[in-house]
């Protein structure tokens, strides 16, 4: 299929985004104002605007969205507090649905807070994050499992961002993965698309998107070989790009990868087709500022410029 015949079929799809979900805060301050605090002589560092997006899987949801996606869903936990005030808020804000997100009081919305120079644009101060190393409380757990077993035959596409470094992992617990393996086994017909950092071993007849440093990670980890990628294939039993010279920022492109590469594959049931057409919406966020999104009409201009 040509780009244009696989996003005519997006605004039909429905696509459920299950992993770990955060908060960006975008804080842009002004060096001019850093005065020293009267109380520690330490200079202050001084925020004159403050923007908030969602992030992580919340990159994925909004590739989604912006792509021209029907229905889009997450599922995951956020704190009861003011931060998951606003992913909520940033969620809403894009149509995305929060009707199966978990809100409780006993774990942080986990938050990243970027400071960007006013004068230069630039993100020159290390960031602030807002993080927790507990484990998912078993009750939240299953409210989660219960949620995603409620729904799950409801969605044409399953995304799963598992992106918790932890030894705990996040919300993708050991628990919920095996009821996406139940259910995935259940529902032959349904496409599961898996981004996890550091545990792509522990998925089961799924999509999975390792990049390759993880894919050589995991292969390293399993068989003593870091390019074993065709006994990792078979480990997991998982069925089996355009280059861009000067990228202006590459962080979330391979969120921008998996929303475009999952839709496709549903679309059309080739890989192929999925890996160029995941490839070409990463060309285009990645030279956007920030976790960007790509729109339809970008990612034809894309694939016109580079002959696809």
């Known amino acids: 299929m ?44 001084a ?25 889009v869903a997450v599922l995951s936990v956020i704190g009861d507090d003011g931060f998951g005030f606003e992913l909520t808020r940033a969620l809403g804000y894009r149509n995305i649905s ?45 409210q989660l499992i219960d949620n995603l077993r409620g729904l ?13 470094e932890t030894e705990s992992g996040g919300i993708v617990t050991p628990a919920l993965r095996d009821e996406l393996i139940r259910l995935r086994d259940g529902h032959p017909e349904k496409l599961i698309l898996v981004d996890s950092r550091v545990r792509i071993t522990e998925f089961r007849r799924m999509i999975l998107k390792p990049n390759q440093q993880e894919a050589e990670a995991a292969c390293q980890r399993l068989f003593g070989d870091p390019r074993a990628f065709g006994r990792l294939q078979q480990h997991t039993e998982s069925p089996a790009a355009r280059r861009v010279a000067q990228p ?11 929303a475009g590469a999952g839709l496709a594959l549903a679309v059309t049931g080739s890989p192929v087709d999925a890996a160029r057409f995941g490839n070409l919406v990463a060309s285009v966020t990645i030279m956007k500022k920030g976790t960007g999104t790509a729109t339809p009409a970008e990612v034809i201009a894309a694939s016109e410029e580079s002959g696809l």
């Open 2 to 45: 040509t780009v244009p015949e696989i996003l005519a079929k997006l605004p039909g799809m429905s696509v459920l985004v299950v992993g770990d979900l955060c908060l960006d805060r975008w804080c842009t301050y002004d060096p001019a104002l850093g005065e020293p605090s009267r109380e520690t002589g330490l200079e202050r560092v």
């Open 47 to 71: 925020v004159v605007k403050t923007e908030t997006t969602a992030g992580a899987a919340g990159t994925v949801a909004n590739n989604l969205i912006d792509l021209g996606t029907g229905t």
């Open 98 to 142: 929060t009707e199966l997100l978990v809100k409780q009081s006993l774990i942080p919305t986990f938050t990243y807070t970027k400071l960007i120079n006013t004068r230069t644009g630039e993100e020159d101060l290390p960031r602030v994050d807002f993080v927790s190393t507990q484990a998912v409380p078993s009750g939240i757990e299953g």
């Open 152 to 164: 799950f035959a409801q969605f044409d596409l399953v995304i799963v961002s598992d992106q918790a």
């Open 248 to 258: 202006v920022d590459i962080c979330g492109a391979g969120d921008s990868f998996a």
